[in-house]
């Protein structure tokens, strides 16, 4: 009797340890990717913007990281851990904008290191971004707060725009407002905000 008493204790503490291990697993972010937000380059608010197109260079139109019909505030922007540098494309879909093919061109340049996280997690990607360039049509400038990209959900990029006023006539992409598409750069080596002009909202 002693001895099946002793068996059943066994059992029941094996299924209680293999249950907590289980149980804890890898609960984290497995993956590295930068969160940009967008804000008003006017009041410097956040804002929400619709009919964008946003995605990675060259990608397919069904890989799109936001699609024309969403209404989004902010945007993943997931960066390639084979290259230094990955540009994304932002289209905007404005009956107007799309007639001229209005757009955006941001490219990220940047180091990837391996990082082990846990025998649990496993290995990931951390990135460290050096340098930021786009184009200026209706992107005003890109504000970064911490160059280091983790696996830990934090958005430390700013994406200022300059947009109209849903109540003002006037395109954002006339002669004072808009761009003239070259590209400016953003070194990010200092983890300092880069100042931001003014801008209009459009959404």
């Known amino acids: 009797m002693k001895t099946l008493v002793y068996i059943v204790s066994l059992v029941a503490l094996s299924v209680s340890v ?6 804890v697993g890898c609960t984290e972010n497995q993956n590295s990717v930068p969160l940009a937000g967008f804000y008003s380059m006017t009041t410097g608010e956040a804002i929400s913007i619709d009919s964008l197109a946003i995605g990675g260079s060259d990608a397919p139109d069904d890989s799109l990281l936001v699609a ?16 230094t540098a990955t540009t994304f494309v932002i289209k ?10 209005a757009e955006d061109r941001i490219t990220f340049y940047y180091e990837s290191k391996p990082w082990f996280a846990s025998e649990d997690c496993g290995a990931m990607y951390h990135y460290r971004i050096t340098r930021v360039a786009h184009t200026t049509q209706l992107l005003d400038s890109i504000g970064i707060s911490d160059s280091l990209v983790t696996n830990i959900e934090l958005q430390t990029i ?15 992409l006339d002669e004072d407002n808009a761009g003239d598409g070259d590209e400016e750069d953003t ?9 931001a002009p003014e801008v209009a909202r459009h959404a």
């Not at 905007?92 to 093919?101: E, K, T």
């Not at 947009?163 to 395109?171: F, H, K, N, S, V």
Request: with cysteine; aromatic share 8%.
């Open 68 to 83: 024309p019909s969403e209404q989004v505030s902010e945007v993943y922007l997931p960066l390639r851990s084979t290259a």
């Open 92 to 101: 905007y879909m404005q009956r107007q904008l799309a007639a001229v093919g």
């Open 158 to 172: 700013r994406l200022y725009f300059r947009t109209a006023d849903p109540d003002d006539p006037d395109e954002p």
């Open 187 to 195: 070194d990010a080596s200092d983890d300092a905000d880069v100042p």
């Open 18 to 23: 293999l249950t907590g291990c289980n149980a």
